[in-house]
């Protein structure tokens, strides 16, 4: 995963949630999990969601900072994000949890689904352990995110089979085609590719999800993830299959995220 003795940010990321999970799990146990009111709460499909003609397409994301930029935005609820968010047309809610380097907590998503009950909602965390998935549903999630650059192609069966046994949609998260070539499997729904470098958080286009459009096999639905921000670039990803673009920062930094998505979306 590391080259030499370097960390990157990623690993850091890892080496921190692996200690938080730990924690978690010593706090609350899967039984009481398993009892919270939204376990039982039906799946609201990302899936039937963007394949929906009139759907935006638009996954628009909560996220208070980032280990890149920092603070994004302080000045906001996540109920009134989120809401405005639903408002303007969004096929998806994305809600960051992890604490450390995001800013994100349970009660963000917690409150952002009570919000919202019936749009689809990705639970955006690190997910390394079968307890973060259980923990997902209790939230009310609908859709778990694997990111390959940190999961073995085993990992990535196993946490993607129990996602499907709890009624929940994978989205897969790629960033080059070696990533791709030895993640997809049967339990997969959508696939990401994430146009930002998580080893490094750098680059700044989407030149990852325009070379990756056509490996990705047909039956998957592909969305691209970051470095989105100009209306051309959705039309440039449309025409070579994309059909969902999560969207985060660049709404998330004006001050009515909610409105700069319907102006988005207007624009579209």
């Known amino acids: ?36 009111d939204f376990f039982a709460k039906a799946t609201n499909s990302l899936k039937t969601s963007l394949l929906n003609p009139a759907s935006s397409g638009i996954i628009s994301e909560f996220k208070r900072k980032s280990p890149s930029k920092g603070i994004i935005n302080a000045n906001v609820t996540v109920e009134g994000v989120t809401a405005g968010y639903v408002k303007a047309g969004a096929a998806c809610l994305s809600v960051l949890t992890d604490i450390d380097f995001f800013g994100g907590s349970d009660d963000d998503f917690l409150r952002a689904r009570r919000t919202n009950p019936t ?42 089979k129990l996602v ?11 960033h080059d085609q070696e990533e791709l070539d030895r993640s997809l499997c049967q339990y997969i729904d959508v696939v990401g590719v994430n146009n930002r470098n998580l080893k490094n958080f750098a680059e700044q286009n989407v030149n990852a999800s ?33 059909q969902g673009f999560l969207i985060g ?20």
């Open 249 to 268: 920062e660049n709404f998330m930094k004006t001050p009515e995220p909610g409105k700069a998505l319907s102006e988005f979306i207007e624009q579209l």
């Open 210 to 242: 325009l070379e990756l459009a056509e490996k990705i096999p047909t039956e998957f639905i592909k969305i691209s993830e970051s470095c989105i921000s100009q209306v051309e670039t959705i039309k440039q990803l449309k025409a070579v299959g994309y």
């Open 119 to 160: 749009i689809p909602m990705l639970r955006k965390d690190f997910m390394i352990d079968e307890y973060q998935i259980i923990e997902a549903k209790s939230l009310g999630a609908d859709v778990i995110l694997l990111i390959a650059a940190n999961l073995s192609p085993q990992r990535i069966q196993e946490l993607g």
């Open 164 to 174: 499907k046994e709890l009624g929940m949609e994978t989205l897969l998260e790629v």
């Open 1 to 36: 995963m590391t080259t030499g003795n370097t960390m990157t940010i990623l690993d850091k990321i890892i080496a921190r949630k692996v200690e938080e999970v730990a924690a978690r799990k010593a706090l609350v146990s899967i039984a009481e999990l398993e009892k919270k």
